[in-house]
């Protein structure tokens, strides 16, 4: 029996020893640590949803040049910028299907 340790120990002694030494966070902040970064988390994203939504919103009525431009923009849009914008963007396919040729 002389194997066992003899030296009488509380429990609540064990824990103030190992709380002095800790250096750590506490688990009160590590709950509000955890709980800010859980709001952080629903705050964006219930603003993806909201963006999803307007952006949604604004295809539905104004089709896929909503996607491209302010519905401001959108509605001061003629033909003529269209045929511009399209020019453009073939002119740039173009020089890219050239260069990507020529390798």
Known sequence: MSSKLETSVSASQIVA???SDWKGLTLEELQR???KWL???EVSRMSM???YEST???VSQNGVRA???NSGEVSMLK???YFYLGFKALNALVKLYIKRKRR
């Open 17 to 19: 020893a190992q709380a």
């Open 33 to 35: 640590r955890r709980a």
């Open 39 to 41: 709001i952080k988390r």
């Open 49 to 51: 949803a909201h963006q």
């Open 56 to 58: 949604r919103e604004d």
């Open 67 to 69: 996607l491209l431009f």
């Open 79 to 81: 033909k003529t910028d």
